[in-house]
């Protein structure tokens, strides 16, 4: 979370900026777009992630792999047939992250009310 | 980066965010398509037992409907991006097209049978339920 000071100590309003609600691991923007799109639906197979995010295999992989770190998303290895499948979802704690940081891009840009 | 963050940039990442859900929610769009597929399915059922007297008419649709099911699940199973409530949403879709089609089979079998102006009603009403859920699935 982004919890950093905020340099304006100063200042009255500097503690409440909205941009301390925004959170480290998802003011990247590939993450932010991982976390965006997986916050859509129920779960995705990591193609289906890659193609929508616009990245590279390895680009995901290693994205998800900090995301799944932090406790944001979970990750499932199953099969289809004979078809490796890799699926994808937001968890309660990644949901909770998506929705603090959205409502902080939001008071922003200035979308609010 | 967080204290680059303009309202421009804010409004920018939204906008991403945004259009990336869009394009990965696009893919979730298959229970619609399997609404559609069965509902028109069933009410050619419908209409095919009450119009066609043949029993190998009668043999070769039953054979038809099961390989829909059998290759409307293999479909559904190579699905790559799955709603939240898809299950829960559609169920009373299914419910409504297979009441009306046991109504229709119960009232028209033996006193209607090969009458078209029961059938093709009959047959309307029966996919109807399936097909407004298909509508509705298709903006969840």
């Known amino acids: 979370m982004s919890q950093e000071q905020d340099g304006n100590t100063g ?3 500097g503690l409440s900026h909205p941009r301390r609600d925004l959170d480290d691991l998802l003011t990247h923007a590939v993450r932010f777009s991982i976390v965006a799109a997986l916050a859509g639906v129920q779960r995705a197979e990591f193609a289906a992630v890659r193609d929508s995010v616009e990245i590279s ?9 900090l995301l799944e770190k932090a406790g944001y ?3 499932e290895k199953g099969r289809v047939g004979r078809r490796p499948r890799t699926w994808l979802s937001l968890s309660d704690d990644g949901t909770a992250a998506y929705t603090r940081h959205v409502a902080a891009l939001r ?4 979308l609010m009310g | 980066m967080d204290n680059e963050m303009t309202p421009d940039a804010a409004r920018a990442a939204l906008l991403s965010a945004t259009n990336t859900s869009r394009r990965l929610r696009s893919r979730a769009r298959w229970a619609s398509t399997k609404l559609a597929v069965f509902g028109v399915g069933i009410g050619l059922v419908t209409a095919t037992i009450g119009l066609v007297e043949s029993k190998l008419v009668g043999a070769a649709v039953l054979a038809g409907w099961l390989m829909l099911v059998g290759g409307m699940t293999v479909w559904e199973r190579s699905r790559l991006v799955h709603l939240a409530g898809t299950r829960a949403r559609i169920t009373p879709y299914w419910i409504g097209s297979f009441a009306f089609y046991g109504v229709a089979l119960a009232v028209g079998t033996d006193e209607k049978s090969g009458d078209l102006t029961y059938w093709l009603p009959a047959s309307v009403v029966v996919a109807l339920p399936m097909l407004i859920g298909a509508l509705r699935e298709r903006r969840a």
């Open chain 1, 73 to 75: 998303v979970q990750v």
């Open chain 1, 107 to 110: 008071a922003i840009a200035g």
């Open chain 1, 11 to 13: 200042h009255d309003g």
């Open chain 1, 57 to 65: 295999d390895p680009m995901l992989s290693k994205q998800v792999a």
